[in-house]
């Protein structure tokens, strides 16, 4: 028996992770997506109220590689896509390392709508790849993988699940409290479900609906109360994009935290990128829905605990 | 002074003059949302489990307990009786207090005796004990069918999974913070 037994246990488990990141590559080769590499540690990491960089000497290790992707977009490189290690500081719990891997994807032309459809699309690829049928089972749920997925638009939602209403959440300050213990744990038990229409000041980066201002063009996937991937049209305009990084940094130093300098070649070049739509997935949360895992430790090779 | 990110397994706050311990610990944070941590905490004094969440920043003062050397003597009905190393006084504490350490306790262990304003209210466990394997499943060598692990019951009747090959009658080592399978002691 293997010294570090832990470890030698993952083996299967860290098959699997290997065919489902083969798997998410030909879904997006087969769709004409360019697979790019950006870097990850970069000047300043796009402000926004609670997602915080790790230093690294005076920049930082990026928390996802959304502005260098969208620098690309402005450039001309209309459908990519990127599996990267990204950081975020204190972020440690079954569900969260440091250190995790994200796929983020863009597509120019599409909006979050169309790309619900394809992230639904990836998904059911990547599970016939690892030879999963209509169904699987994760945290005690069956869940139905086959089409259509369920849609459910924030408001909906609270109303459902939650006893008072999203207005009321936002003006009490109860929004994410509320998210976390009424209504993720009902979204995606039978069915996938698509979570959209964000209030406006929960998408820094995302375009705001024109039939109603007050909320943002994003969505969150979840499976079996899980978070899997955030999405949205993306905010294509330089002066709000501007405006909206300072209001977070604001929030930021309300609430006792560093501020981050403006990304400046980044919103210079904003107002080239075409109107498109991008979204972050979570590839360790994916293995995990896919294994029937209960923390995100049993997906990698070593947490940081381990080193 | 403790914040919401030093929240743990294992951690004392003071809540409300009460000493309490966290029991569990899930680290949350909705989309672009801010960071939750929610717990449950036991309270060393009644035993009593509450569900409270709390934002990042958020601080505490840390339970401050005496520690003193003991050895556990002996189970009687859910009180368990410990002995002072220094004066040989004798206390009882209950089986509410004791909480999870309950299952590791064996006749003569050596443990810290917790005590909040003079009063014992549980114990600190070494890190490990071994504990003897009195029920398991025999295993067929080369089965790989078989999961990664079976239960096993110990000497104090806590149950745990081990790896396939500890048989019943073998000792075996327990890390008493996470309750989990360690190693296997060669006799």
Redesign the interface.
Known sequence: MAKNWPLARRKKALQQRARILQGIRQFFIEKGYLEVETPHRIPTPAPESHIDAIPSDTWFLHTSPELCMKRMMAAGYEKIFQICQCWRERERGSLHLPEFTLLEWYRAGGDYHSLMEECGGLIRFVGRTIGLGQKLIFRGHEIDLSEPWERISVKEAFRCYSKISVAKALEQNLFDEIMVQDVEPKLGVAKPTFIYDYPAMRGALARLKQEDQTVAERFELYIGGLELANGFSELVDSEEQRRRFQLENRNRQSIGKCTYSMPDKFLDELDSMPPSAGIALGVDRLVMVFLNAEAIDEVVAFTPEEL | MYTA?DLRKGLKVIIDEEPYIVTA????????????Y?TKLRNMITGLTIDR?YR??ETFDPASLEERAMQFLYKEGDHYHFMDNQNFEQIIISEESLGDAKNFLIDNLNVEVLLFRDRAIGVELPNFVNLRVIKTETWVRGDTSKA?FKPATLETGYVLRV?P?IEEGELITIDTRTGEFSKRVKE
Request: aromatic content about 16%; proline content about 10%.
């Open positions: 990110s610990f899930e680290f949350s944070k909705p989309g672009k949302g801010q960071a939750l929610r969440t990042e920043g990664d790896p090959f």
